[in-house]
């Protein structure tokens, strides 16, 4: 402890010898006198009140310093995940867990956690037996950062994991581990051995579909034990069986790869269940299956289809479109600048499903027009371009050069004739598979006119077709196809694609081609288009019965832009029938969220509906589930590779689980349990201590009393 001053100590005390020679002098001429023990007296009454009130003047500081120690901390993680009640013969990790807990020492460092897909703090004690094994997800990174931020600033000397190391959720603990602040010990709870297991690796199709449309899945198949065996792997909706597949079981590690396809029906959310049929003597059979959710859109397609002008080109792609009942067409052909024969362009562009530009833009078309076509195809509109001898390449490089397949590098006047050469990725692509004819019999389609422009392929794009001129087949697109992102675009870089369709006898094999291409890419670039104006899913297919159910929706406009004030209403029907209702609550940008909390279990329909000012908007359906999840049981056994990783890269170690208890008492033996040196320095300002005044006081009122007992004046 001591006391500082706000000037130097030499002037204080030539404060004090002063305040003191002022005391004994004021004494020393006092009527009347005082001598003898009154005069001391007194000047020391008078120099003690001087004293303290020039101290207080300077501003002195009491600073007290306690040196203490701060009890250590050691963080134990104890997995309570579903995947540790697996094991070959009955004895599971579990059991080794519960033991190992029940060893450990009865030290006060101790703190401890249950986690799956996130950390419960349990205090000092975490009894073996208060374990339930029941966490239908493992997320060690939630659980590390919780520790982490629990004892941030505290004497945490480390963290033991105890883990079979199966991360089914969260990001890799790894990564978190390189960064974090002490040690993470790792005891891997299970064995790497696989018991002999099935297992549905993944399951793999699209978010949207159409009715009538191929819906392509993939599965994936891995095994252990099972090599040579047979299996079959299927997909149903409804309890009943959609599509099956016999496939042989791969060697332990490998993937058996399984191509489905089923064709729905009606529109909606359908959820599909892939399962592979179960073996004598699996493990667990609730790895065998998985659901996916998919989105059957209507087949019709509303389509935009823009011409620089009358043409012949014009006139087959209508012929084509118009006999199609799926396809609800609407065609503005230029006239003049600004104009067209059928009228303005629609308002709502968005709002179709497909822009179709046959030789737009041409040499009349107004350049505000073109960009407007082109700010709704930078927006997630589709487009297919067919080229005719209308078109302005320049014209078309400037305004739709960023979303089509292709840009123009150097434009270049004139044409020549040359034929469409099939690449080998055309050639197994979707919109030439299926045209009814090999791929390469499309060469003796009649030639297009090619322009000599230099093409420069965009991001994303694949070259389906190049140009032949006689036996040369040229490195120059002539049907290039892009996606970005979950928009399509697809160009046709020739004029006189007609002829295509008046074919002569001599290639009556060809006379559907046309038909069938112009199909099959109006199918391709549109089989992703998603125009609802209300979109809202849950944010997972199926919710595990201890997740909260949490919804995020999207609210557009009529040209599709976002919604920010939107009312946008979710109704959730229950397997029993109640309705539960709730109001989405906005984000910014038309985006809206609701959290619904903890549901039973079982098969849930929901409804949303959006409104604006008393206007409706639109609303969306759905389906999802509330049931016990198979993340757990997906890859049987433990990664003592992942445990080892998060080990190493924090500085701690791996130990044996049986030996945990041995562990935790070497750390304390070893000094790595110690306290922390904790140094507390106080400040005290005398000038805020009241009592210090009061005294000063005091000792001026004591000096008034005696001087006026003996008569002083």
């Known amino acids: 402890m001591d006391l500082t001053f706000t000037v130097s100590p030499v002037v204080l005390a030539v404060s004090a010898v002063a305040a003191g020679a002022l005391a004994w002098w004021s004494y020393g001429r006092s009527t009347p006198a005082v001598s003898g023990p009154r005069r001391v007296g007194l000047a020391a009454l008078r120099f003690a009140a001087l004293f303290l009130v020039l101290l207080l003047l300077v501003d002195p500081v009491w600073r007290r310093i306690t040196r203490t120690g701060e009890p250590p901390l050691l963080a134990?993680?104890?997995?309570?995940?579903?995947?540790?009640?697996?094991?070959?013969d009955g004895a599971t990790p579990a059991d080794r867990?519960?033991?190992?807990?029940d060893g450990l020492p009865a030290d006060a460092a101790l703190r401890f956690y249950r986690f799956s897909s996130d950390a419960t703090p349990s205090g000092a004690e975490l009894p073996g037996d208060s374990l339930t094994f029941a966490g239908e997800r493992t997320d060690v990174a939630a659980a590390l950062s919780r520790v982490e931020a629990d004892f941030a600033g505290r004497n945490l000397r480390g963290v033991v994991l105890v883990s079979d190391g199966r991360v089914t959720d969260g990001r890799n603990p790894a990564y978190l581990a390189e960064r974090f602040p002490v040690p993470i010990h790792t005891a891997v709870a299970g064995d790497s051995i696989s018991s002999r297991d099935v297992r549905l690796e993944r399951a793999v199709t699209n978010d949207v579909a159409r009715v009538g449309s191929p819906l392509p899945i993939q599965a994936g198949l891995r095994a252990t034990g099972y090599e040579g065996q047979t299996t079959a792997v299927t997909v149903s909706s409804g309890g009943t069986v959609l599509a099956r597949q016999t496939v042989a079981v791969p060697a332990d590690g490998a993937e058996a790869v399984v191509d489905l396809s089923i064709t729905p029906t009606a529109p909606g959310v359908r959820r599909y269940t892939i399962a592979v049929a179960p073996l004598p003597g699996e493990a667990?059979?609730?790895?065998?299956?998985?659901?996916?959710?998919?989105?059957?859109l209507d087949d019709d397609r509303r389509v935009l289809l823009v011409a620089a002008g009358p043409s012949p080109d014009l006139a087959a792609l209508r012929a084509v479109l118009d006999a199609d009942d799926s396809i609800d067409l609407t065609v503005r052909t230029q006239r003049s600048p600004g104009q067209f024969y059928e009228g303005a362009l629609p308002d709502?562009?968005?709002?179709?499903?497909?822009?179709?530009?046959?030789?737009?833009?041409?040499?009349?078309?107004?350049?505000?027009?073109?960009?407007r076509l082109a700010e709704a195809v930078a927006g997630g509109l589709p487009v297919v371009f067919v080229?005719?001898?209308?078109?302005?390449?320049?014209?078309?490089?400037?305004?739709?050069?960023?979303?089509?397949?292709?840009?123009?590098?150097?434009?270049?006047?004139?044409?020549?004739?040359?034929?469409?050469?099939?690449?080998?990725?055309?050639?197994a692509h979707p919109v030439f598979d299926g045209l009814g004819v090999a791929p390469a019999r499309l060469s003796a389609l009649p030639?297009?006119?090619?322009?000599?422009?230099?093409?420069?392929?965009?991001?994303?794009?694949?070259?389906?077709?190049t140009v032949r001129r006689g036996t040369a087949t040229l490195d120059v697109p002539m049907l290039a196809l892009r996606q970005n992102g979950a928009v399509r675009s697809a160009a046709l870089l020739g004029a006189g694609s007609w002829r295509w369709r008046t074919l002569p006898d001599d290639l009556d094999d060809l006379r559907g081609v046309y038909g069938t291409l112009v199909d099959r890419l109006v199918r391709w670039t549109t089989a992703?288009?998603?125009?609802?104006?209300?979109r809202v899913r849950p944010d997972r297919a199926l919710f595990g019965e201890r997740d909260r159910?949490?919804?995020?929706?999207?609210?557009?406009?009529?040209?599709?832009?976002?919604?920010?004030?939107?009312?946008?209403?979710?109704?959730?029907?229950?397997p029993g029938g109640a309705v539960e209702r709730a109001t989405m609550r906005p984000l910014g940008n038309g985006r809206y969220v609701a959290d619904l909390g903890v549901r039973p279990p079982g098969a849930y329909t929901f409804t949303a509906e959006a409104a604006r000012g008393g206007q409706r908007l639109g609303d969306d359906r759905g389906t999802f589930g509330v049931g016990r999840l198979a993340a757990e049981f997906r890859e049987p056994g433990a990664d003592p590779a992942l445990m080892r990783q998060v080990a190493t890269r924090s500085g701690g170690s791996v130990v044996a689980l049986d030996t945990l208890g041995a562990f935790v008492d070497g750390l304390r033996q070893s000094g790595a349990l110690a306290d922390r040196p904790l140094v507390r320095e106080e400040e005290t300002p005398l000038l805020t201590l009241s009592w210090l005044l009061a005294v000063a006081l005091g000792l001026l009122t004591i000096e008034w009393v005696w001087r006026k007992r003996i008569g002083m004046v």
């Open 348 to 371: 709502a562009v968005g709002r179709f499903d497909l822009l179709l530009l046959a030789g737009y833009p041409g040499a009349a078309a107004d350049p505000g027009q073109s960009q």
């Open 284 to 296: 667990t059979t609730r790895n065998n299956s998985r659901t996916v959710t998919v989105r059957v």
């Open 549 to 574: 159910v949490t919804f995020t929706g999207q609210v557009y406009g009529e040209s599709l832009a976002p919604v920010d004030d939107a009312r946008l209403e979710l109704s959730v029907r229950a």
């Open 76 to 88: 134990v993680l104890v997995d309570d995940s579903e995947s540790l009640r697996l094991g070959p």
């Open 387 to 427: 080229q005719t001898s209308a078109t302005d390449l320049s014209r078309l490089s400037a305004a739709f050069g960023d979303v089509l397949p292709v840009a123009a590098a150097q434009v270049r006047g004139g044409a020549v004739e040359a034929a469409l050469a099939p690449t080998a990725a055309g050639e």
């Open 97 to 101: 867990v519960r033991a190992a807990l």
């Open 528 to 534: 992703t288009r998603d125009r609802r104006p209300v």
């Open 447 to 465: 030639p297009l006119a090619v322009s000599p422009t230099r093409w420069a392929l965009q991001p994303g794009a694949r070259v389906l077709a």
